[in-house]
């Protein structure tokens, strides 16, 4: 399992790392805030990933190319975020048999309902494993994501079983004042 900081920023070389095992792809910087905690997950279980900013809207050659690219890189799992008319995860997995996990953000508008509905509600076909709305959606993706990789990895499942038994133990201790 190879062991290396995420790379959060937009440039073309970074695209080129071959060792990233997860994609965390978002649709503005705005989902940032939100999106870290993907990102600080993976971190936790030391799984090597990239994150970066981009559109199937506003940048959609981009997504189309990235997502295209993503299998023979060797990403494994690609997480994408988006809000308001979310197509964003939708796309990426139009373009890849890669595992893709939607997480919708939340929007002014109607409080992600908008981007909940347009990421999990995809016609049979093309699947897009669809989290809860904002945070503990982006957390969720990347454990989605680090199960999916554990399945051929023991030490990570040794991990993930572990991560499991410390919140068992935290609940099991939790004292009421
Ligand atoms: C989506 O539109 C993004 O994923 C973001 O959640 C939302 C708003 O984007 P900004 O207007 O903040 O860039 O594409």
């Not at 559109?55 to 990403?75: C, D, F, N, Q, W």
């Not at 199960?147 to 572990?162: D, F, S, T, V």
Request: glycine fraction near 8%; charged fraction near 20%; hydrophobic fraction near 45%.
């Amino acid at each position: 399992m190879p062991v290396k900081k995420p790379r959060s920023k937009n440039s073309q070389s970074a695209i080129r790392n071959p060792q990233s095992l997860v994609a965390v792809i978002m649709g503005s910087k705005s989902d940032w805030e939100t999106m870290r905690a993907s990102s600080e997950t993976l971190n936790h279980f030391g799984v090597t990933h990239e994150c970066y900013v981009m559109s199937a809207h506003r940048t959609p050659a981009l997504v189309s190319k990235y997502a295209s690219a993503a299998e023979s890189r060797g990403i494994e799992v690609i997480i994408a975020a988006a809000g308001g008319a979310a197509h964003l995860a939708g796309v990426i997995a139009a373009h890849t048999t890669l595992p893709v996990l939607g997480v919708p953000m939340k929007s002014d508008a109607l409080n992600g309902l908008d981007s909940l509905l347009s990421t999990v509600q995809m016609p049979a076909g093309i699947p897009v494993g669809t989290l809860a709305i904002g945070k503990p959606g982006a957390t969720n993706a990347a454990l989605f994501a680090i199960a999916i990789l554990a399945n051929g990895r023991p030490e990570l499942k040794g991990k993930l079983r572990e991560f499991r038994a410390a919140q068992e133990k935290k609940i099991r201790e939790t004292k009421l004042d």
